[in-house]
């Protein structure tokens, strides 16, 4: 093979390497055609190949509903009057927020053929709440194993805090026992680190944190002082959530941040987003989408590969996440700018020229052969 192609394939594969590092991209994606005119808080199933959301019945009474990824074969899962929110799709069951018999809002577990449908925890806490509050606290969030759940439920000083139960109901325990406000808990995929949504110190500008179960680790990991909420966990260690493109903005969107803590726009597309959701293997991604009309559509695609679509406000690496036992410890914002982008394309550029380079000399090595 001639050196000056073998110099354009090396070439080609490291751009190719380097561009596509850490992120991702939803492909072949698809918005159903589901006749319910108000629907919410749809999930998708541990394989990916179904999907739960709630929405009213003919009776207007609010119920589970479950239906392939396609949009066909739906089912409705629930039969009772209650309200519900707040759907989490585990290995085995289901859970969901209704009210429970002390009236109070409580997680309820389900098997996906709708058997076996019971109060999770039986206390006199509240364990999700409404919209119409200051903050939803968003829904539980399932262990990958299925064998425990992370939640949001007020502490002895009615605070939210998150805590975590085994998938029977016992074993009740908090997590963090710091001095702020906690929601909004998801399982990574290895099901022993949390993210979460909090306040740092006092500024009560939402923010993500990550803590593994033990409550031992805590971090910062974002500092923009834009609010945002529900957050997951998607494939390559990026966390999504939904937030806002600056604090002026109205239209809520689905971001995502990687190892490199970057913010940007997953999907770019629609007026609003929410409710993003993966399958376990993190190889599906649905999302819901709402036009400027308010119609809303469940969007399913597959994960391809590597690269988000916007880039926002570049942020430099975290600071090690410090150690805690019991108090949150402070974490110092990186420093803003694009140097870390600079450096990357700096860095690019010195590998290309230092092939470029070295080509002549393999070729004379070749031809002394």
Request: proline residues 4%; aromatic residues 10%; glycine residues 8%.
């Amino acid at each position: 093979m001639a050196m000056g192609k073998v110099s354009f394939i090396v070439i080609f594969i490291l751009l190719a390497a380097i561009s596509t590092a850490g992120a991702v991209t939803i492909e072949n994606l698809k918005k159903l055609d589901i006749s319910e005119t108000d629907l919410w808080d749809h999930v998708l199933s541990p394989d990916g190949t179904k999907i739960a959301h709630i929405a009213y019945d003919t009776d207007r009474s609010q119920q589970i509903f479950v239906l392939n990824a396609d949009g066909t074969d739906k089912k409705k899962i629930t039969n009772d009057k209650l309200k519900k929110w707040g759907l989490a799709w585990g290995k085995d069951k289901m859970a969901y927020i209704s009210l429970g018999t002390s009236g109070l809002e409580k997680i309820f577990v389900i098997n996906p053929d709708g058997t076996d449908n019971r109060e999770l925890v039986i206390d006199n806490t509240r364990q999700g709440n409404f919209e119409r509050y200051m903050v939803a606290w968003a829904a539980p969030s399932w262990s990958p194993d299925g064998k425990s759940l992370v939640y949001t439920s007020l502490d002895e000083k009615a605070e939210p805090k998150i805590f975590i139960v085994n998938a029977d109901g016992t074993g009740k325990k908090l997590v963090l026992n710091d001095g702020f406000k906690q929601w909004s808990p998801s399982f990574g995929p290895d099901g022993k680190n949390i993210v979460y949504v909090s306040y740092p110190e006092k500024k009560f500008k939402e923010e993500l944190f990550t803590i593994d179960i033990s409550g031992t680790r805590r971090e910062q990991i974002t500092f923009d002082e834009i609010k945002k909420n529900y957050p997951v966990w998607g494939p390559d260690n990026t966390i999504l959530f939904v937030s806002y493109d600056a604090v002026t903005s109205s239209g809520e969107k689905i971001f995502a941040i990687g190892q490199d803590r970057t913010r940007k726009l997953f999907v770019d597309s629609d007026y609003k987003q929410r409710s993003p959701s993966f399958s376990q293997d993190r190889r599906k991604f649905s999302y819901a989408a709402i036009d400027v009309s308010g119609a809303l559509k469940i969007a399913v695609g597959d994960v391809a590969g590597v690269a988000l679509t916007v880039t926002t406000e570049p942020m430099t690496e975290l600071p090690a996440a410090a150690a805690t036992t019991g108090t949150a410890q402070k974490v110092e914002k990186p420093a803003k700018g694009g140097w870390g982008i600079l450096w990357t394309l700096f860095s690019i550029l010195a590998i290309i020229v230092i092939i470029l380079l070295a080509l002549p000399a393999i070729k004379d090595f070749f031809k002394k052969k």
